[in-house]
């Protein structure tokens, strides 16, 4: 069995899918090293959807046999893993185009940082949210969750949260702003088809340069430096064959058929 399922759609999306759900898809290192690739190399995809498959989004590590793979395991190869799974948020959150999380049930220590670092999250209401690794003595701070929790829902609770590593359910997510949608498990495959056909109606280079903007704007030096970051964005897309059939289609009250060219 797969323990990621790819699947690239006709409508631009690149679905990847954690087939582990006898272990809530708990991660092995061959799954971080398959995810990462195939985030690196969706340079032509409209949008990533991640999602899990049976009763939860990703548990995080898999620390089965842990004590095990650790015996005579040095520091260096300590690191090298911490590493890997370090490229692994990377390459969800540079992704060029938009990444949404459709998450059901848990979502736990990196498999919380999975939805974080993607654009766009969707709960179900099955969903919660749990850092974990302080529960076997580590730290809270692990695959940049103490990097995205501040810039998501502020400081102060960032704080609380991982101090406390208490379980956050997804009405708290959605009150928290961690989540932008909760809706019945049944009803999460639609809602997020929904999200996706919003995402990819719109110009392939436009949304590229959107993501690029928030992205680096929200850690912007000054509003100088935001509108520079702006500027350069809108002259890029203003330059693009889509642009020219986005405005042709707006006079000429139709939908716009992009190349993304």
Known sequence: MTDVIVEDRDDGVR???????????????EMVS??????NDAVSHRAVLLTGNGRGFCAGVDI?????????RSNADGMAMQERFGRMILAVAQAPCPVVSAVNGPAAGA????????????????AR????????????????????????????????????NRTVSAAEAL???LVTTVVDDDESGAVTEDTLARIVA???FGQKMTKQVYRRNIDA???????????????LANSTVDAAEARAAFLEKRPPVYIGK
């Open 221 to 235: 030096p000054s509003l100088d430096a935001a509108l520079d970051v702006e500027n350069r964005t809108q002259i």
């Open 34 to 39: 398959t995810i990462t690739r195939h985030l």
């Open 111 to 126: 498999g919380l940082a999975l939805s974080l670092a993607g654009d766009i999250r969707l709960a179900g209401r099955s």
């Open 129 to 164: 949210f749990l850092i974990g690794a302080p529960r076997i003595g580590l730290s809270a701070g692990e695959c940049g969750i103490s990097y995205f929790l501040p810039r998501l829902i502020g400081a102060g609770r960032a704080a609380e949260w991982m101090l406390t």
């Open 15 to 29: 679905v990847v899918r954690f087939n582990r759900p006898e272990r809530l898809n708990a991660l092995t290192p």
């Open 64 to 72: 089965a046999g842990a004590d095990e793979r650790q015996r005579g």
């Open 175 to 177: 009150e928290l702003g």
């Open 202 to 204: 719109l110009s392939p």
